[in-house]
């Protein structure tokens, strides 16, 4: 990835040298926005992968999938109201306010880095909501400043971001990991409450991985299905003799 940049940076310096071709331009800036998409698709794809980093929580299933990559002249100041206007089909509410407020801290101040700067900032969350459920939340911010006079006249930066929220693989999740997430994430909740959160959850874990229990549900959802065939067999209507 560090080869692709100095490449394109070296055909960046030799639009200065042309006087900025308008061809040229259009070129190097396809090619900073497609080092953008391979390093957000480089990103979708450790997610993915739960071999990648053993010591992360590994993902059950993708919920919420968000991509953003602009070549932009905005500055730090307004880059986070034009991502959360990209994020609303994402979600909206405090998810999307917090994006867009997490975006607009981390992506303004790679903004204010020198000309011809790469950064780049992932992140990666483990939570608990209202009902129980056990979320990952993976971000990566990315962003280019050009130096090239003749780029910056078109567009100064290349800003990317990726945001990924899952529902975590919940059998990888030990009873000492579960503790400390409980009350990581009810911090401010008395211990009482806590303590009853946390036996919720171990008893749901629990029975999640039983093997015995994940048993018996199968033969109860079978047998309720052999059940409903039987209902729905037609029978003959008899009377009774007068």
């Known amino acids: 990835m560090g080869a692709a940049v100095s490449?394109?940076?070296?055909?960046?310096?030799?639009?200065?040298?042309?006087?900025?071709?308008?061809?040229?331009?259009?070129?190097?800036?396809?090619?900073?926005r497609q080092t953008a998409q391979d390093l957000l698709d480089g990103f979708n794809e450790r997610i993915r992968n739960r071999d990648h980093d053993t010591h992360l929580i590994p993902i059950s299933k993708i919920l919420n999938h968000f991509e953003y990559i602009q070549c932009t002249s905005a500055n730090k100041d307004n880059i986070g109201p034009a991502i959360k206007d990209a994020v609303k089909d994402f979600s909206t509410g405090?998810?999307?306010?917090?994006?867009a407020n997490l975006a607009s801290s981390v992506i303004g101040k790679l903004l204010g880095e020198s000309g011809g700067s790469r950064q780049m900032q992932t992140r990666y969350t483990?939570?608990?909501?209202?009902?129980?459920?056990?979320?990952?939340?993976?971000?990566?911010f990315f962003c280019y400043n050009f130096e090239s006079e003749g780029l910056k006249k078109t567009a100064k930066s290349v800003v990317?971001?990726?945001?990924?929220?899952?529902?975590a693989d919940v059998k990888e999740v030990d009873d000492n990991t579960l503790r400390v997430l409980v009350n990581q994430c009810f911090e401010t909740s008395d211990l009482g409450l806590r303590k009853a959160i946390y036996g919720e959850l171990r008893d749901a874990l629990f029975y999640s991985k039983n093997p015995e229990y994940i048993a018996t549900l199968k033969a109860a959802r079978e047998e309720n299905q052999e059940k409903m065939r039987e209902w729905a067999i037609a029978k003959p209507v008899t009377h009774a003799a007068a």
């Open 7 to 32: 490449a394109i940076r070296d055909q960046i310096d030799k639009i200065d040298d042309a006087k900025g071709k308008e061809a040229e331009i259009k070129e190097a800036l396809e090619n900073m």
């Open 94 to 99: 405090p998810v999307a306010d917090g994006i």
């Open 126 to 140: 483990i939570s608990i909501d209202p009902l129980g459920g056990i979320s990952r939340l993976d971000t990566l």
């Open 160 to 167: 990317a971001c990726c945001v990924v929220k899952s529902s």
